[in-house]
């Protein structure tokens, strides 16, 4: 029994900063890369930038047409605010 406890508690010790890691970052909200994907959801494009400024993305757009197109994204919900 002893034998099985000791790597027991070392996989418990690698793997609890992981999931510390995963928690802190559902925390945070939406990723860049989640920002990108729900402004190309709202308009459709090329994505050319994501900026993240006091708790918004600003998701910058190339449209089809040339037209270039800034979306605001919610880093905490998801919502856009356009």
């Known amino acids: 029994m002893k034998l099985l406890t000791i790597p027991l508690i070392s ?33 459709s494009g090329r994505v050319l930038a994501v900026k993240h400024v006091n708790g918004i993305y600003h998701v910058k757009i190339l449209s089809d047409k040339g037209e270039v197109r800034t979306v605001r994204v919610n880093s905490s919900t998801g919502d856009t605010l356009n």
């Open 11 to 43: 996989l418990l010790l690698l793997f609890s900063p992981l999931t510390l890691a995963d928690k802190h970052n559902k925390a945070a909200g939406i990723s860049k890369q989640q920002a990108a994907s729900i402004a190309q959801q709202e308009y």
